[in-house]
């Protein structure tokens, strides 16, 4: 399989950038504040709304460059000539060869 590194480093910045934002959703000072008003499901839904528009914008860029790949290689399949068949090579014995030389 061969890896698209354009790719790659764009999952790898969003990747980045939830981690950063899970973070600082992860703080000690944030998780106290809901933890005090007893609103710790909150705390959870937001993590979870996070978790999610991080795997759909991953998704969303596999998506793309599974699209981009195929409408590729769909162009480079119109733009090849038609392969002419052969037909295929017939081994013989030398025996054979030498009886049809003569």
Known sequence: ?????????EIRLIWAKFQNVLNQHKRFCVRNA???EHNMDD??????ELEAEMHAQITQ??????????ERKRLENENKPPIETTPPYIRRSKRIQEKNEK
């Open 1 to 9: 399989m061969v890896i698209n590194i354009n790719e790659d480093r």
């Open 34 to 36: 809901l933890w005090k």
């Open 43 to 48: 705390w959870d839904r937001i993590r979870d």
């Open 61 to 70: 860029v596999r998506k793309r460059y599974r699209l981009e790949k195929r």
